[in-house]
Every structure is written in C-alpha cells, then in structure tokens.
C-alpha cells in the first residue's frame, strides 16, 4: 500500500450496517435503517431529503452524539465512540458562548486543550481573518449579523483542525444573499484545505453547487436511496455558482435528486 492509500484508508468515515431505533410507549421506531456508507478523505457530501428522513440522524451518529442500534460508525479502522477532536460540527444556530468575546470563542477549543495563550491567540486571529472577522474579535456574538455569527463558528472549528467537518443546514436561517456569499466563502475554504465535508441541508441547488457528491434520503425508515457524484462539474476549475448551473447536467442532476425526494415523499 502506497502512503497516499495508506492515509486515505485510516482516515476513510465508514458505516457498516449501522442503524438507529428509539423506544417508545408502542415498542421501538427505527428512525435510520440499516446503512452501508463511506465517505473518502476530502470528498464534500452533500445530504438532502424530506424532513424526519434521517439526516441529522446520520450526521449525529458520525459526530459521536448518538450510538448505533446496530452496526459500527469507523473512522479508518477506529470505532466512534463519543464526540472527539477529529469531528468539527457547525449547527444550523451558532451556539457561541454569549459572555465570551468572538476571539475568546474561537480560543476555547485551544483554550481547554491547554494550548498556551499567546499560541492560542494568535492562532485565533489567523483563523478570524481567514473568515473575514480579524476586525471583529473583540465583540459579543450578539453584536454580529447571523451570517457573521456563522463564520465565528466554522472559524472555531477550523481552529481545532478536524479531519472531518459535519454541517448541520448551517446556512438554512440566512437570507438568501448572505447565505450564496458564505457557501462561496465554505468552498474557497474547503478547496485550500480539503477536509472532509457531510453537509445536511434541505436546498437541492445548495447540495448540487457545493457537494462533490450528492445523497438523497428517503423515510420510514431513513435510508440512502441515492448517492451520485456531480459528474456535471467535470473538467471545471473552481467554477462560478453562475456556470455551474448554466451546465445541462446541473438540470439533469436537480430533476433526478427533486424525483427522488418527491417518491420519498409518497
């Protein structure tokens, strides 16, 4: 095995037979059926589907917040056990710590980790500019926008530096100008560092323009019932937003992934 394999195999998130279930008054409700699914070092999946079919379902057992019923959630050959540094999570709220400063935010994750300050906040200053809030590090979460507020939270992520990014419909809230500037802004980033990337969102236009792949989830149970690459950016080189959906098979795509989602829906 060749060292690019090699690191490509222990960093590979797999999940093998992996299934949810809650119990209820009425006996146990299978929320996720049984699921096969691997996702490769810096691919950028993109999850979408009816609601209640299982996607935060998904992203939380690959963030270590829920157990499988059954099954194994791996990364490389290292069953998930918990929530653990080599996760980030970006929610749809920002869920930043009012009383702290928006620097103070990013530095928590060093902070505890026992990184030294001066390390640490320098550290956090460079992660602030990259997201475009080096000018903004000393005020109060509540003093941003929310598309501000959105960037603090994926620079407190990126800080940690996670091998695998989970985006819970991190845009969903945001009106529409803000929310296309920050998935311009997420894929700038994602290009230069090439994490790996499930992101969850109900927009089939945002799954297309920024996945490399596409899932579409279908309910009762959840279950995968599409997964295809973008085949339609083939070729393109850091394309526009514009020329992405100007391509034949940015249509093709979306009319194949709304089909599914409508039959999920039946």
């Known amino acids: 095995m060749t060292v690019r394999a090699d690191t490509a195999a222990r960093h590979r998130v797999t999940l093998a037979g992996v299934s949810k279930s809650y119990r209820g008054d009425d006996g146990p409700t299978q929320v996720l059926a049984p699921t096969d699914l691997t996702l490769d070092p810096g691919e950028f999946v993109c999850v979408v589907g009816p609601s209640g079919c299982g996607k935060s379902t998904l992203l939380n057992l690959l963030a270590g917040f829920l157990e499988p019923t059954e099954g194994r959630v791996l990364i490389g050959d290292r069953p998930v056990t918990g929530p653990a540094p080599d996760r980030g999570v970006v929610f749809q709220q920002p869920n930043l710590y009012p009383w702290l400063s928006v620097r103070q935010n990013v530095e928590f994750g060093p902070k505890v980790r026992g990184v030294p300050r001066a390390a640490r906040g320098a550290e956090a200053q460079r992660m602030l500019t990259l997201v475009g809030l080096d000018h903004l590090g000393g005020r ?13 939270q994926i620079a407190r992520v990126l800080i940690n530096d996670p091998r695998i990014i989970l985006m819970d ?12 500037k920050l998935q311009g802004e997420l894929l700038t980033l994602w290009r230069e560092r090439r994490k790996t990337v499930l992101f969850v969102t109900h927009s089939i236009d945002e799954a297309l323009l920024l996945g490399t792949r596409v899932l579409v989830m279908g309910t009762r149970p959840g279950r995968v019932i ?25 249509t093709t795509m979306r009319d194949e992934v709304s089909a599914h989602i409508y039959a999920a829906h039946e």
Not at 173 to 178: E, F, I, N, R, S
Not at 237 to 243: C, H, I, T, Y
């Open 169 to 180: 419909e991190p845009f969903g809230a945001l009106d529409a100008l803000t929310r296309e």
């Open 226 to 250: 599409y997964d295809e690459p973008t085949s339609f950016k083939a070729g393109l080189v850091e394309p526009s937003f514009a020329e992405l959906r100007e391509r034949p098979g940015f």
């Open 140 to 152: 109060r979460p509540y003093e941003l926008s929310g598309g501000q507020q959105q960037r603090a």
